[in-house]
T-cell receptor, first 111, second 112 residues
Framework: SQELEQSPQSLIVQEGKNLTINCTSSKTLYGLYWYKQKYGEGLIFLMMLQKGGEEKSHEKITAKLDEKKQQSSLHITASQPSHAGIYLCGAVMDSNYQLIWGAGTKLIIKP | DGGITQSPKYLFRKEGQNVTLSCEQNLNHDAMYWYRQDPGQGLRLIYY???????QKGDIAEGYSVSREKKESFPLTVTSAQKNPTAFYLC???????????FGPGTRLTVL
């Protein structure tokens, strides 16, 4: 969706290296969700952010929502093969509560 | 175990045929959703339902139909009116609209 831009589209990272994926909106976000998808499978929920400046971590994955609530980043520390997949951000932009989705970032981990 | 199931995993359809994709959840969620995913694109909402016997069109409802006769079931019919139905279809549910969504494993539909 043009309303929610994800970057980069794809990423190849050496195992053990850190990486960051971004999700940017032109509008203020009511809420921001990060999901992970293995090819040909359903989405797995990672984290949800709602407050400006909020940061959440799970294992080696950290997600942040900026103060203006228009951009979120997903940071993976010391990447592992299990981190490979497609990362999607979804955002609620109005009181209709419909989720708008980014196009996804395909992450490949090189051994 | 609670979760969402979709069937079949793969579906092949001849042009001009209607097909129905199954989605069942045992999470006791009120809201259910159908999305379509195409390569290189984000998920696009086809239909959603917030309560039994009620559903709303999403962004790309043309050529699709749904029903919500039971809380746990939300089948999607892809009709012959859908011009380009080959895609990956994902069903999701949430306790209420706007809350975290749980996804099924998806159905890949191919039109021959």
């Amino acid at each position: 969706s043009q309303e929610l831009e994800q970057s980069p589209q794809s990423l190849i990272v050496q195992e053990g290296k850190n990486l960051t994926i971004n999700c940017t909106s032109s509008k203020t976000l009511y809420g921001l969700y990060w999901y992970k998808q293995k090819y040909g499978e359903g989405l797995i929920f990672l984290m949800m952010l709602q407050k400006g400046g909020e940061e959440k971590s799970h294992e080696k994955i950290t997600a942040k929502l900026d103060e203006k609530k228009q951009q979120s980043s997903l940071h993976i520390t010391a990447s592992q093969p299990s981190h490979a997949g497609i990362y999607l951000c979804g955002a609620v932009m109005d009181s209709n509560y419909q989720l708008i989705w980014g196009a996804g970032t395909k992450l490949i981990i090189k051994p | 175990d609670g979760g969402i199931t979709q069937s079949p995993k793969y579906l092949f359809r001849k042009e001009g045929q209607n097909v129905t994709l199954s989605c069942e959840q045992n999470l006791n969620h009120d809201a259910m959703y159908w999305y379509r995913q195409d390569p290189g694109q984000g998920l696009r909402l086809i239909y959603y339902s917030q309560i039994v016997n009620d559903f709303q069109k999403g962004d790309i409802a043309e050529g699709y139909s749904v029903s919500r006769e039971k809380k746990e079931s939300f089948p999607l019919t892809v009709t012959s009116a859908q011009k380009n139905p080959t895609a990956f279809y994902l069903c999701a549910s949430s306790s209420y609209r706007g809350n975290e969504q749980f996804f099924g494993p998806g159905t890949r539909l191919t039109v021959l």
